[in-house]
């Protein structure tokens, strides 16, 4: 079946058109700068890849030309818009309710307006997505696909937060977590590389611009780094990652702040761009500059931010039988690899440094010596491959 996966920004749509049997990618699309005076369109089929400007003031705009691209003369990757069987929407946080992947009924679009409090700036561009599509493509089903779905499955234990109990029952305040749908992704793949996952304790290390780490037990999630929203959790390009929720009160002080800009400053000014001094946020420049001190301080506090959440989530399921490393650089930056194991022989973690070194791109791989105890590995991740087939399923 050949499926569309949208994820659809404030000001940019990503479009990937793909089979789900086989994941054959037909053609990708990335819509930038919607609304403003430069956008265009990065796009790919057949093996062209083209930068096309384009005036688009709206992601109505953004979806025509996409769609007028895909099936056009020069390059087309269909021969009608009728074989779009289906289209996913990439979605981040909708609360407790969506718990799975759904049909989206002007119903379910109903609903899932009501909860777009759970995440503010994602949630209104996703729908909107949703909504130009069932506008042009009226026959065709969209399916809601939750990057919080995975996390479902987490005790009350874990997601919970110490506060008063009525901010949970009355107003839903807990533990969601994100990059659901990448972590799922890993435990399919390791359930085809291990066989049952029963008994089994996953480690899952989704490091990128964005981060979060998975205890998957049983195949199932049952604790995750990231909170209420994608701030928490380990060090990240931008974001701080946990803190001392006091600090906030000064930095609001220190910096004339209201609360809005404060919680954007943790977002887009912390991490990794931080402590670099605001130099580099992306882990390949800070790689190149590691005698800069401040660089190799940011560097050595995201290895020990991963290992520590490493070592609290083995304690938590009992040990670990498996680590995977997935993402931008989970699956690309060795040296952030060699540092977060280097401490966990206790563990039983035994990394092959020279195969970790040298690996293929975008191939899964067992990084950890053969006598390993806990099996280490560099597992490609495929968002857009999940949301396919959750799209595909629903939509038969």
Known sequence: MKVLVINSGSSSVKAQLMETKGGKVFAKAYCQKIGLKDSFMTYSANGIKKDIKKDMPTHKDAFKFFFDTLIGQEMGAIKSLEEIKAIGHRMVNFGEKFTESVVVTKTVLKELEKNIHFAPLHNPPALLGVSVCMELMPKVKNVAVFDTSFHSTMPEKAFMYAIPYELYSKNKIRRYG????????????????????????????????????????????????????????????????????????????????????????????????????????DLRDIDEHLDEHQVK?????????????????????????????????????????????????????ELDKKVNKNLPRGTVEEISKKDSKVKVYRIPTDEEYMIAIDTANLAK
């Open 178 to 281: 994100a990059h659901g749908t990448s972590h799922r992704y890993i435990a399919m793949k390791c359930k085809e590389l291990f066989g049952n996952l029963k008994g089994k304790k996953i480690i899952s290390c989704h490091l990128g611009s964005g981060s979060s780490i998975c205890a998957i037990k049983d195949g199932k999630c049952v604790d995750t780094s990231m909170g209420y929203t994608p701030l928490a959790g380990v060090i990240m390009g931008t974001r701080s990652g946990d803190i001392d929720p006091s600090i906030i009160k000064p930095i609001m002080e220190i910096k004339k702040f209201n609360i809005d800009q404060t919680i954007d400053y943790l977002n887009k000014n912390s991490g990794l761009l931080g402590i670099t001094g605001g130099k580099y946020s």
């Open 297 to 349: 301080l940011a560097f050595d506090m995201l290895a020990y931010s991963v290992k520590k959440y490493i070592g609290a989530y083995a304690a938590a399921m009992g040990g670990v039988d498996y680590i995977t490393f997935t993402a931008g650089v989970g699956e690309n930056g060795f040296m952030e690899r060699e540092a977060i194991c280097s401490g966990l022989e206790y563990l039983g973690v």
